[in-house]
């Protein structure tokens, strides 16, 4: 591996089309930034799929690199906070919307967005996190910051056969919270109960016109899909419980009413990932390395692809056909 020419999956729309590849690139044809690390690990989310293919409007400049996650080794930094040879990873922070991304063997990053590796874990294994197992750490961050603890009752976990969240249920249960997952995909609640949920139940649980209040059932949740189900979680939890939104798989509508705010104190907390403060990023992947590291971490990577293979893996993510992690081995991981 050159530093001088190295190998980029490059999104690109001009007078020819949309259209992305590898490419062979310099540094100085990467978006600037303080640090520049050499990408040993990457993975494959949804968005990436999307940004791949062009069923997404997720760049908005363009040519760009791909990939939205990146774990690697720093080689040159201007930023006293990062050192060559440290191990790093980046997460989100606009990677492959208006910076590029992790789709290469070389990436320049804005010093604020590394992360140092966490201690206890690979880059591998924060790779096979990504931005699913950040988000739902971060949720979890959010509501214990609102006051959310066990005591309150089951959390629920919709779209738990995602990528979020059968991330999750593993990082909700090994934080001890007793996990409920909600899922439309039956023939994966085996592997929903090793991943530690309690019990797994499907879409139907959730009313699809739930009146402004239903009977208590969840002291929580963690919604992936929007819609009517975020509505019904929200009428179904108990009082000064907190349901987290990051996610839109169903609809980008809400079909709500105050009532579960102003009668049972309910919160419904954003969850944001791409734009998450600093001093947040550090404290999720510290409780992600720690108290909230889930068991069956390399149970959930269900696949481990080589750099040139991923423009092969788009399709399949696009068809509703993956399910769990994809890490994406750019290099050796010295």
Request: net charge neutral; proline share 5%.
């Given at each position: 591996?050159?530093?001088?020419?190295?190998?980029?999956?490059?999104?690109?729309?001009?007078?020819?089309?949309?259209?992305?590849?590898?490419?062979?690139?310099?540094?100085?044809?990467?978006?600037?930034?303080?640090?520049?690390?050499?990408?040993?690990?990457?993975?494959?989310?949804?968005?990436?799929?999307?940004?791949?293919?062009?069923?997404?409007?997720?760049?908005?400049?363009?040519?760009?690199?791909?990939?939205?996650?990146?774990?690697?080794?720093?080689?040159?930094?201007?930023?006293?906070?990062?050192?060559?040879?440290?191990?790093?990873?980046?997460?989100?922070?606009?990677?492959?919307?208006?910076?590029?991304?992790?789709?290469?063997?070389?990436?320049?990053?804005?010093?604020?967005?590394?992360?140092?590796?966490?201690?206890?874990?690979?880059?591998?294994?924060?790779?096979?996190?990504?931005?699913?197992?950040?988000?739902?750490?971060?949720?979890?961050?959010?509501?214990?910051?609102?006051?959310?603890?066990?005591?309150?009752?089951?959390?629920?976990?919709?779209?738990?056969?995602?990528?979020?969240?059968?991330?999750?249920?593993?990082?909700?249960?090994?934080?001890?919270?007793?996990?409920?997952?909600?899922?439309?995909?039956?023939?994966?609640?085996d592997f929903l109960r090793q991943l530690g949920a309690a019990e797994v139940l499907p879409?139907?649980?959730?009313?699809?016109?739930?009146?402004?209040?239903?009977?208590?059932?969840?002291?929580?949740?963690?919604?992936?899909?929007?819609?009517?189900?975020?509505?019904?979680?929200?009428?179904?939890?108990?009082?000064?419980?907190?349901?987290?939104?990051?996610?839109?798989?169903?609809?980008?509508?809400?079909?709500?009413?105050?009532?579960?705010?102003?009668?049972r104190g309910v919160s419904l907390l954003g969850v944001a990932s791409a734009s998450t403060?600093?001093?947040?990023?550090?404290?999720?992947?510290?409780?992600?390395?720690?108290?909230?590291?889930?068991?069956?971490?390399?149970?959930?990577?269900?696949?481990?692809?080589?750099?040139?293979?991923?423009?092969?893996?788009?399709?399949?993510?696009?068809?509703?056909?993956?399910?769990?992690?994809?890490?994406?081995?750019?290099?050796?991981?010295?």
């Amino acid at each position: 591996m050159q530093r001088d020419r190295f190998k980029a999956f490059r999104i690109h729309s001009d007078a020819t089309g949309y259209h992305a590849g590898f490419e062979d690139l310099t540094l100085d044809q990467l978006t600037a930034g303080e640090v520049t690390v050499r990408v040993a690990w990457s993975s494959v989310n949804y968005k990436d799929a999307l940004a791949a293919t062009g069923q997404g409007k997720i760049l908005r400049r363009f040519p760009l690199v791909g990939g939205i996650d990146l774990a690697g080794h720093v080689v040159d930094s201007s930023d006293t906070r990062h050192r060559a040879s440290d191990t790093v990873l980046v997460t989100g922070c606009g990677l492959s919307e208006t910076r590029d991304g992790g789709y290469a063997e070389f990436a320049r990053m804005a010093a604020n967005d590394v992360i140092p590796l966490p201690a206890g874990m690979t880059p591998r294994e924060t790779m096979i996190h990504g931005t699913a197992g950040f988000t739902a750490g971060l949720a979890l961050l959010r509501m214990q910051q609102n006051d959310q603890h066990p005591d309150l009752g089951p959390i629920a976990i919709t779209g738990a056969s995602g990528g979020v969240g059968m991330l999750a249920v593993a990082i909700f249960a090994r934080a001890g919270y007793t996990v409920h997952a909600i899922s439309g995909k039956p023939e994966h609640a085996d592997f929903l109960r090793q991943l530690g949920a309690a019990e797994v139940l499907p879409r139907t649980t959730l009313p699809m016109e739930s009146r402004p209040l239903e009977s208590v059932r969840f002291g929580g949740a963690l919604d992936t899909v929007g819609g009517p189900a975020l509505a019904a979680l929200l009428a179904c939890c108990t009082p000064y419980g907190s349901v987290a939104s990051c996610g839109l798989a169903a609809s980008h509508a809400l079909p709500t009413t105050v009532m579960p705010f102003i009668i049972r104190g309910v919160s419904l907390l954003g969850v944001a990932s791409a734009s998450t403060p600093r001093a947040q990023r550090l404290a999720v992947w510290q409780h992600l390395a720690t108290d909230w590291r889930p068991h069956a971490l390399d149970a959930i990577a269900t696949r481990e692809i080589a750099f040139a293979q991923l423009p092969d893996v788009f399709s399949g993510y696009l068809a509703g056909q993956a399910f769990g992690r994809t890490v994406v081995r750019v290099a050796d991981d010295t």
